[in-house]
């Protein structure tokens, strides 16, 4: 439920790219992202400094996933880990949120 809620609501921003399915259903919730003018490290740092959200950002150990989705040329990307200890305030919501203060 919340990696839909942050799906939906990273949809709803313009200049983000998601790697992942538009439906989260019978899917992990792993969810991988850029933002165009922004490199992924610097994004991450950005989420983490500045709104407290804790992302991953590069290859993730899959230069071949990454070769396949496009992010290898553009330097990797942002990727949202949503688990059972995570609230909807705290995962989809203040992420999205987030990036509209920065943009």
């Known amino acids: 439920m919340h990696a839909a ?6 949809h709803s921003i313009s200049g983000v ?6 439906s ?3 899917h992990l919730p792993a969810i991988g992202m850029n933002l ?4 992924a490290a610097d994004l991450g740092t950005m989420l983490d400094v ?3 959200i804790a ?3 590069g290859l993730h150990c899959a230069p071949l996933a990454h070769g396949q989705l496009g992010t290898l040329d553009i330097h990797e990307s942002v990727r949202f880990s949503i688990g059972p200890f995570n609230t909807a305030g705290r995962s989809g919501n ?5 990036r ?4």
């Open 5 to 10: 809620r942050l799906v939906d609501g990273l």
């Open 17 to 22: 790219r998601l790697y992942c399915c538009r």
């Open 24 to 26: 989260m259903a019978n």
């Open 36 to 39: 165009d003018g922004l490199e």
């Open 50 to 52: 500045d709104h407290h």
């Open 55 to 57: 992302t991953r950002t």
């Open 94 to 98: 203040r992420a999205w949120e987030s």
């Open 100 to 103: 509209r203060q920065t943009g």
